[in-house]
C-alpha cells in the first residue's frame, strides 16, 4: 500500500550500466476478473546497446535516471506468486478463496477481482503522481527505487495499480504482484518481493444501510482534517470503513493462521490517508507487523472517478507472511530451485500444514571490507545494490560494523562485514575471494570510494 511506504535514507545515486546480454522473460501488462492465470509470452528484456533496455516487448532509453542491474532484470517475470505450489502461491491463493468465499456480490458472484498479471514496468506517474505523492517526498528517490528511465520505472508497490483499476470501474479488488526496492541485505529483506493490494470502495448505501436510523446519514461533509479523518469526510463515514477494514483483516488473519491469534493495531501517520494502521500479530510470543492499511485519500479516489463513493486499501507482503506461517528462516529460499526446498510446499489442499524442514546448514564465509567514503553524498543503498548485483544469493546479509571520521582530515571510513553463504550448497574460499575482489574493485570504480583493503 503506497501511503504506508514508509522511506528512511537520502542518498546517492550510483548506476551500474547494463550488458548487452541481459535475457528476461516476462508477462505483458492484462486484466482479468476473478481470475490468477499466468499468460505465457515470449518476450523478452535485452540491452541491444549500452543506452536501450528491450523489456516485456518495450524498448526503453536510458538516462541519468536509469539505475536497474542485470541480476534485477533477471528476476522479472518469474512470478513466484502464480507457480503452483511454491510457498508464496500457497499465500496467494488462501487468500483469495477466502475473499471468493466470505464476501460475495448481490448474485452471489465473488466481490473482488484479482489480478495477478499486470506488468511490473509503470511509468512513474502510476507509480507515484496518481497516489498523490509529492514531487519532493523522499520516497521517489533513485536510492530507493529502480528506474528504467525517467518516465518508467520497475513498480515499488502495487499500489502503482490503484489508479487504473478503480478508474476502470472496480469497487473491490486484489492486485498481486512482484515489487522492487533497493534495501539492506539481511535474511528478512530483498530487493525483489511480493505484494498483494486490497481495495474496496463503498456508496452511501453500501456503507450505512445496515446501521439503525443509517438513512440519514452522509459520507461527505466540509469540514476541517484531522488526524482522525479527512475535511471532505463525516466522522460516520470514516469510522464505519475503519470498523470494517480492521474486521476484514482481522478474520484474514484469523483464517489463515488460526483461532487463538492475537492480533493489535498501531495507529500511524501518514501523508497521504487518515485515519491509517499497521497490522500487528502475536506469532510463537513475538509481535510481527504483518500489513498495512488506511482510509483512501479521497482526492484519489475522486479522480479516478469514484467521485460518490469512500473506501479503504492495505497492503501485505507474500514473504512476510509465508516466513511466519511455514517458518522459513530466510527470504532468499523463495528463489530457490532446490527440490528439497520446492517439494516441501506440495499437498493435496492449500491449506495443508506445511513446516519447512531446514535443508544442510551450510557454513558461512567471513569477508570484511573498508573504504574511505567520498566528500559528496554516499548510499549505503548504493554499495548494497552493488553488492548484491555481484554476489547474488551468495550474499546473506551485510552488515555496516564500524564508521570511523578522522579527526583531522574529517574523512570518513565505512567498514562492511559481508556474509557469504550459499542456501544449497558450500562455497570455497578462493570462489568468494574472486567475488569479494570484484566487490572492492566496483567500489572504487562506481562509487567513487577509496579502498583500505
Known amino acids: ?11 546517492k545515486y550510483s ?59 533477471s528476476k522479472v517475470g518469474k512470478n513466484l506468486h502464480n507457480r503452483k505450489h511454491h510457498p508464496l502461491w500457497l499465500i496467494k491463493e488462501q487468500v483469495k478463496e477466502h475473499f471468493y468465499k466470505h464476501y460475495l456480490g448481490r448474485r452471489g458472484t465473488p466481490l473482488f477481482s484479482v489480478y495477478d498479471g499486470l506488468s511490473p514496468v509503470v511509468t512513474v506517474q502510476q507509480n507515484f503522481d496518481s497516489l498523490l505523492i509529492p ?78 436510523d443509517g438513512e440519514g446519514l452522509q459520507l461527505f461533509e466540509q469540514g476541517h482534517r484531522t488526524a482522525h479523518k479527512q475535511e471532505c469526510h463525516t466522522m460516520e463515514a470514516v469510522r464505519l470503513v475503519e470498523f470494517n477494514l480492521k474486521q476484514v483483516l482481522t478474520k484474514l488473519m484469523t483464517h489463515i493462521f488460526g483461532d487463538g491469534l492475537q492480533v493489535r493495531w498501531v495507529d500511524c501517520y501518514f501523508p497521504f490517508t487518515h485515519p491509517s494502521f499497521e497490522m500487528e500479530i502475536n506469532f510463537q510470543g513475538e509481535w510481527m507487523e504483518v500489513l498495512g492499511c488506511g482510509v483512501m485519500e479521497q482526492q484519489l479516489v475522486n479522480s479516478a472517478g469514484a467521485q460518490d463513493k469512500i473506501g479503504w486499501a492495505f497492503g501485505l507482503g507474500l ?47 567471513i569477508n570484511d571490507i573498508s573504504f574511505w567514503l567520498p566528500s559528496e553524498t554516499y548510499s549505503q543503498n548504493d554499495f548494497y545494490d552493488l553488492v548484491r548485483n555481484i554476489g547474488g544469493d551468495l550474499i546473506e546479509k551485510v552488515v555496516l560494523l564500524d564508521e570511523f571520521a578522522h579527526p583531522k582530515t574529517k574523512k570518513v571510513s565505512h567498514c562492511y562485514r559481508i556474509i557469504y553463504r550459499h542456501p544449497e550448497r558450500t562455497l570455497t574460499q578462493d570462489e568468494v575471494h574472486r567475488v569479494h575482489q570484484a566487490i572492492e574493485e566496483s567500489a572504487v570504480r562506481e562509487l567513487g570510494v577509496e579502498g583500505r583493503f
Not at 501488462?29 to 543506452?51: E, M, Q
Not at 528463489?335 to 492449500?350: M, N, P, V, Y
Request: with cysteine; net charge positive; charged share 25%.
Open 1 to 11: 500500500m503506497a501511503m504506508l511506504w514508509k522511506f528512511m535514507r537520502v542518498a
Open 15 to 73: 548506476k551500474t550500466p547494463l550488458s548487452s546480454k541481459v535475457k528476461v522473460r516476462g508477462i505483458p501488462t492484462h486484466s482479468r476478473h476473478s481470475s490468477s492465470k499466468s499468460v505465457p509470452s515470449d518476450f523478452g528484456a535485452s540491452a541491444p546497446c549500452s543506452n536501450t533496455v528491450e523489456l516485456l516487448g518495450k524498448s526503453y532509453p536510458q538516462d541519468d535516471y536509469s539505475n536497474v542491474t542485470e541480476k534485477i532484470l
Open 135 to 212: 514531487q519532493s517526498h523522499a520516497s521517489r528517490r533513485k536510492e530507493d527505487n529502480y528506474y528504467l528511465n525517467r518516465d518508467h520505472m520497475l513498480r515499488a508497490h502495487t499500489s502503482a495499480h490503484q489508479w487504473d483499476l478503480i478508474h476502470s470501474g472496480l469497487d473491490a479488488f486484489l492486485a498481486v504482484g512482484d515489487v522492487y526496492r533497493r534495501d539492506t541485505i539481511d535474511s528478512t529483506h530483498y530487493p525483489v518481493f511480493h505484494q498483494m493490494e486490497g481495495v474496496r470502495l463503498f456508496s452511501c448505501h453500501e456503507l450505512f444501510s445496515s446501521i439503525k
Open 319 to 365: 514473504e512476510r507472511l509465508a516466513m511466519i506461517l511455514y517458518d522459513i528462516p530466510d527470504i532468499r529460499l523463495f528463489w530457490s530451485e532446490d527440490e528439497r526446498f520446492l517439494k516441501q510446499f506440495i499437498g493435496a489442499h492449500i491449506w495443508q500444514k506445511v513446516k519447512f524442514q531446514p535443508l544442510s546448514r551450510y557454513p558461512p564465509l
